[in-house]
């Protein structure tokens, strides 16, 4: 509607139990081609709302989100489900606010990071990757099962950021970042891809960039420059 003086349109609004620490997904109703909202409140109640600021559900759940909220089509029918992590469980829940399968599914120790999830081939097939607390990496299908052939090994010291992905020398690469500066390279089954000669901490907001050699830039919690060579 109507422009405030500092020049900002507000749109909507909707009425939480308490404040908002997250970010929202922003998702799109297949059907109706309308936009709607995925969010939890601080109390740790989780929305959706139209996007006439209208709510179509609330449901509490256990725990804060730790990650982004995802959507994925785990039937691959053109149905939308939102995947997060507590520090407990994974959660994959429907549009209706109704846990998926056998969702939410325990975690083996508690979460360090939030998840993130990689569509390697393009074709839906989602797999999913989590730090937790013991410093092990798990990995799992959509369904919630663990991921067949994940094979990486322990870091020495606990993983906080979420894991990322990297295309390098033609392959997909894992970036595991621990708090100690360890780095390590795996493929999607956790095996070792690349070996650093030495580790670093990866800035909190920084990407990797290919350079046109090949090589990767990222910067270091320090603001410094690393180039990773294709050698």
Request: aromatic fraction near 10%; charged fraction near 20%; charge should be negative.
């Amino acid at each position: 509607g109507k422009q405030n003086p500092e020049g900002v349109d507000q749109v909507f609004a909707v009425a939480t139990d308490t404040s908002i620490s997250i970010k929202p997904l922003l998702s799109t109703d297949p059907v109706s081609k309308t936009r709607q909202l995925v969010f939890q409140d601080d109390a740790g109640n989780v929305y959706l709302t139209d996007n006439s600021g209208n709510l179509i559900w609330k449901q509490p759940i256990d725990g804060h989100i730790m990650s982004e909220i995802f959507e994925i089509d785990l039937f691959k029918n053109n149905t939308r489900q939102f995947l997060f992590n507590t520090a407990e469980y994974l959660y994959l829940i429907d549009t209706k606010g109704t846990p998926v399968g056998n969702y939410p599914i325990r975690l083996p120790a508690a979460a360090t990071n939030g998840i993130n999830v990689f569509d390697f081939d393009k074709n839906k097939d989602f797999k999913i990757y989590v730090a937790c607390e013991n410093r092990r990496i798990y990995a799992y299908l959509p369904s919630g099962k663990p991921l067949p052939g994940w094979n990486f090994r322990n870091l020495a010291e606990i993983v906080t950021d979420p894991i990322r992905a990297v295309t390098f020398n033609g392959r997909e690469l894992l970036v595991i970042n621990d708090r100690q500066g360890g780095v390590a390279f795996v493929n999607r089954f956790g095996e070792q891809a690349i070996q650093l000669d030495s580790g670093f901490l990866i800035g909190k907001h920084s990407g990797f960039y290919k350079m046109p050699s090949g090589s990767l830039i990222v910067t270091d919690a320090m603001g410094s420059i690393i180039e990773i060579q294709t050698d």
